[in-house]
């Protein structure tokens, strides 16, 4: 009997290894429990089993899923899906075509692909797949992905998913997930115009487990608390009705920076270090300058905010574990990719960092953001943007916005902040600024100490609901208050008689931004916003 497509609930995708159980622990016992805990379908994957023995875990996968009303899949086996009655079947790139399963699967299969990359999508699109696996997002060792182009990760992702938008293709990324990283997938997981996941597939998080239950429970929460939150394509931000009124909510900041003197935990380049801890204090904030990557995960669980400046390209293990555990602890990123155009390491590096963890403010020069961005407009010399920037600045941070998923800074004369929405200018600054080193750097760090106190304030707040997001409270106003304490301060210094020149200037900075009040920031910020 052809019938209609059976309804498939992708958010929380189980892929069978029975050789990662825990000792003690049965296959049935494990999947039972993995049902109760919320897994909604499930695909029975056998690498070494013989024909008899898959075919007989295929069934008893049936029987026991029907009992919880969960369809069942099976990995690569056209004979064994027919022979066991499962929904469908899942085929990888080098399995049986999609064109092929079609014809041989009867007209109500579920047939499902892995794609690791956009022609896979297309091709998927046109065999007609009901569904993709798109991975693999992390390294795994439950599966070799070493070949290369195997790990599109999270930028690769993104772009299959706007291959798909428009379609009512379903898809689910695999790879290396596990609870910790979640929020980060889902978050991350997005095209530009917000066409997101369905769900997400794992192995060895609940496999593995010794108990899956509550493995399963946990990532179902997470996935269903996430799919509640209205898809935006930045969920970081509510705008402000004007500039005026972006004027005085960073006012307010500062006076929340002074009070609540968040930790600004910097992982930054040799050059700067003495001058960006300095900027942190005179500012309010409370600097710390750790680096190691066995420090990361205390450091972590310390309300404020991070800063990763990779600089001079040290201590990657420690960005790459700072970012995660921030990432966990809903704590604000700020990331700086000093001269990330400058040299493919660091092109590399940037893409290894933003795979790993999700940025909440990305701050550069038109050369960095360029790079970013991957625009070839801007050149650069070294670490410094060469030219004055882009024809159109507001529609590159906003498109990079959209595309990162976080607030972007585009610095220069005019500072142009974005969070995918709305774009705000600033025009304040000093000539002089560019005339020291790490004034850059100082901005980032200026940031990161306003969004630590607005996450903060954010955190205090027991009537916000928000498990969606990855941080909690608008990082919008934090991002334009740290661009407008810092150039504000760079106008009074620079008006100062005692200031000379650039070696007079920087410690007249840190002076006039110990000096900042809300009242001088209300009456010299210089602002425009545009709202698509
Ligand atoms: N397929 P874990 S990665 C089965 O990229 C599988 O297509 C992948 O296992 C792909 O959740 C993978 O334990 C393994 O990392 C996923
Ligand atoms: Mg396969």
Redesign the pocket.
Same mark, same amino acid.
């Given at each position: 009997t052809s019938q209609a497509k059976p309804h498939v609930d992708y958010s929380v995708y189980l %892929?069978t #290894?029975r050789e990662?159980l825990p000792r003690g622990k049965t296959y049935t016992e494990c999947l039972e429990e993995a049902l109760k805990g919320g897994v909604t379908v499930v695909q029975v994957?056998e690498k070494t089993a013989e024909t008899g023995e898959f075919l007989s875990i295929a069934r008893q996968t049936i029987e026991i899923c029907r009992r919880y009303n969960v369809p069942v899949l099976i990995n690569d086996r056209i004979d064994i899906a027919l022979a066991s009655g499962a929904d469908g079947i899942h085929v +990888?790139q080098t399995d049986m075509p999609l064109a092929e399963a079609r014809k041989l699967l009867p007209p109500n299969a579920i047939i499902g692909v892995?794609c690791?990359n956009i022609e896979h999508v297309k091709a998927a699109i046109a065999g007609g797949a009901d569904y993709l +696996?798109l +991975?693999?997002i992390?390294p795994?060792?439950?599966?070799d %992905?070493t070949e290369p182009g195997?790990i599109p990760g999270i930028s690769g992702t993104q772009d299959m998913l706007a291959v798909l938008e428009g379609t009512t293709i379903q898809s689910v990324a /695999? +790879? #290396? /997930?596990k609870i910790d990283n979640l929020a980060r997938v889902l978050h991350g997981c997005s095209s530009p115009n917000g066409h997101g996941l369905d769900g997400i597939? %794992? %192995?060895?998080?609940i496999?593995?487990s010794p108990e899956p239950r509550i493995a399963a429970e946990r990532l179902a929460k997470t996935c269903s608390s996430w799919k509640s939150v209205p898809r935006r394509p930045v969920s970081f931000t509510t705008p402000l009705s004007s500039a005026v009124a972006y004027v005085r909510r960073s006012a307010e900041l500062l006076e929340l920076v002074r009070t609540l003197s968040p930790l600004v935990h910097q992982i930054t380049n040799n050059v700067v270090k003495t001058q960006s801890a300095n900027a942190t204090l005179a500012l309010g904030g409370s600097p710390i300058m750790a680096a190691a990557a066995e420090e990361q995960v205390d450091l972590a669980r310390i309300p404020g905010g991070l800063l990763i400046n990779f600089g001079t390209v040290e201590d990657v293990g420690g960005m790459l574990a700072a970012g995660r555990e921030a990432n966990k602890n809903r704590k604000p990123i700020v990331f700086d990719p000093v001269g990330v155009g400058a040299t493919a390491h660091r092109r590399a590096t940037a893409t290894r960092l933003l795979d790993a963890w999700q940025a909440t403010v990305i701050k550069g020069n038109a050369a960095e953001i360029g790079a970013v961005a991957k625009l070839e407009e801007v050149a650069s010399k070294g670490v410094d943007s060469v030219g004055s920037g882009f024809k159109d600045p507001a529609t590159v941070v906003r498109t990079l916005a959209r595309k990162q998923r976080c607030i972007v800074i585009l610095s220069g004369h005019i500072d142009y902040i974005s969070d995918g929405d709305t774009v705000i200018q600033v025009s304040n600054g000093h000539p002089l600024l560019s005339q020291i080193t790490g004034s850059g750097c100082m901005l980032g760090t200026t940031v990161a100490t306003f969004c630590g106190a607005a996450s903060m304030e954010a955190e205090k707040e027991p009537s916000e609901t928000d498990p969606g997001t990855l941080v909690k409270g608008d990082m919008l106003s934090p991002a334009v208050a740290g661009v407008l304490a810092l150039t504000i301060a760079s106008e009074r210094a620079a008006a100062r008689d005692t200031v000379l020149g650039p070696g007079s200037f920087l410690p007249a900075l840190i002076d006039e931004l110990s000096l900042l009040t809300p009242d001088t920031i209300e009456s010299s910020a210089k602002i425009t916003v545009n709202t698509l």
């Open positions: %892929v #290894g990662l994957r +990888g892995s690791n +696996g +991975g693999s992390f795994t060792n439950t599966k %992905v195997r /695999i +790879g #290396g /997930i597939a %794992v %192995v060895s998080e496999m593995a």
